[in-house]
């Protein structure tokens, strides 16, 4: 009975049948006399795993981090900004109510921004000041509003979109304090109360140029605050800059009567902006500047989207590359059972018999490779931060520098469809790279290699 024939009787007969199987499997298994066909199958498996892996790290902590920066960054602002300097409070209060009724609109704050120089007996540092509500960074900035103690984190594990995003590390909100009777005091961010090196209940100055208007110009305005409270936002470029002042106050201090800056309007889905920022256009008219909050970040979320798309070309490349090692194994392979394929085919297996052994062949070093790679990237992303934590001890450097990324964490955001795409790919490209050496080992003739062995 023929080798084809015996194939054909197999349950498992097919496309790539037990026959088929069995004999891919035998040529892969390491031989003494061809160690050499296993070890290259085994450096062109380890390939396609690493590259995988790679593949599926870097684009899950590209995820992580846009991720991450945009939900810190929608979690201390708004979603949509309306401008409102300039025109007069009753223009600003009308455009509100109708804002306000809006089906998608969650929430809409009045906001007063300015800048300063925030200063302290050992010096001081530029600030961003923002006059807000107490009501409004209950409902919007903070997870927690009592004080967590130095080092404790935030009670809640990453933020998703919109999330309130902040903590406090000493005092809290309890302490910012509204109203004709109250006594006025600021909020600043850790990094900001660390390089000025003052904690909650001490005082902190304020200068700014937007003072009261004199018959000499603009005079500066100098006023002390006490600390109410120290936030951790996570975010190095809010920790280090943000001060926070009641609406009321920041409105005396800047000088802006009964006027505001802005309107921050935060909506049901952040993502999805379109019809509601043509429906606040449509009701303040030409009057008002409305933008969103990509907009104010257009540069850092279109960088992130290129270099996410570009990472994805080359590291795919990479996985392409790797693939062709399959190329070197199956040379070899080929090259030592030459006299089996001389065999089998004058047994009767015919040439799609060969060409199936040796596609499988390398398909499975493909296959071994990119599920290995999938699960070690997979693994290797859900214990990102214990691993952050272990190099950082070994190297006693900081692998994360907070004050370059913004973030005080390594982020890994795994996307599966991406995983699945990922080692999908592989998997095509091994069974790419195999196919010219299984046609060539297929189209070998029994007569020609018989007769020189």
């Known amino acids: 009975m023929s080798v084809e024939a015996s194939a054909a009787r197999t349950p498992l007969a097919g496309a790539f049948g037990g026959f088929e199987r069995q004999m891919a499997w035998r040529y892969l298994r390491a031989r003494r006399k061809q160690g050499g066909v296993a070890l290259i199958a085994s450096i062109a498996f380890l390939a396609v795993m690493a590259s995988v892996a790679v593949l599926v790290i870097v684009m899950s902590v590209m995820n992580g981090f846009r991720s991450e920066f945009i939900a810190r960054v929608l979690g201390v602002g708004g979603h949509v900004f309306v401008t409102t300097a300039g025109f007069s409070p009753s ?20 906001l007063i921004e300015g800048q300063a120089f925030a200063t302290v007996r050992q010096g001081g540092t530029g600030a961003l000041v923002r006059g807000v509500r107490r009501e409004d960074l209950e409902r919007a900035a903070f997870r927690a509003v009592d004080e967590r103690g130095p080092g404790v984190a935030c009670p809640l594990p990453a933020p998703t979109a919109g999330d309130a995003v902040g903590c406090f590390t000493e005092g809290g909100l309890y302490r910012f304090e509204e109203g004709a009777e109250a006594i006025p005091r600021v909020m600043i961010g850790y990094r900001l109360a660390q390089s000025l090196g003052v904690r909650a209940g001490e005082q902190v100055t304020l200068l700014t140029a937007q003072g009261a208007t004199t018959a000499f110009g603009v005079a500066p305005r100098r006023k002390s605050y006490e600390i109410a409270g120290v936030f951790d936002f996570g975010h190095a470029l809010y920790d280090q800059s943000l001060v926070y ?112 052994i040796f596609m499988l062949a390398g398909a499975a070093i493909g296959v071994g490779g990119a599920l290995a790679g999938a699960i070690l990237g997979v693994v290797f992303c859900l214990n990102i931060g214990p691993i952050q934590d272990f190099v950082a001890r070994v190297t006693g450097a900081d692998v994360f520098n907070s004050e370059v990324y913004f973030l005080s964490r390594l982020p890994a955001k795994i996307e599966y469809w991406e995983v699945a795409l990922v080692s999908g790919w592989s998997m095509f490209m091994a069974f790419l790279a195999s196919l010219p050496q299984a046609w060539r080992a297929a189209r070998l003739d029994p007569v020609e290699v018989l007769r020189f062995d």
Do not use: C, H
């Not at 223009?91 to 009045?110: F, G, T």
């Not at 062709?324 to 090259?335: E, K, T």
């Open 91 to 110: 223009e600003a209060s009308a455009a509100r109510d109708q804002i306000a009724l809006l089906p998608d609109v969650v929430s809409i704050a009045p």
């Open 245 to 356: 002042l009641p609406l009321d106050e920041a409105k005396l201090y800047f000088n802006r009567g009964d006027s505001i800056d802005n309107f921050e309007i935060r909506v049901r889905d952040p993502d999805d902006l379109t019809l509601v920022k043509r429906q606040i256009a449509e009701i303040v008219g030409g009057s008002f500047l409305v933008l969103d909050w990509r907009d104010q970040n257009d540069t850092i979320v279109n960088a992130l989207a290129v270099e996410r798309m570009v990472m994805r070309l080359i590291l795919m490349l990479v996985v392409s590359i790797a693939a062709l090692n399959i190329v070197s194994a199956l040379v070899m392979l080929v090259r030592n059972k030459s006299r089996d394929i001389a065999i089998m085919r004058s047994m009767g297996a015919e040439r799609g018999t060969i060409l199936r």
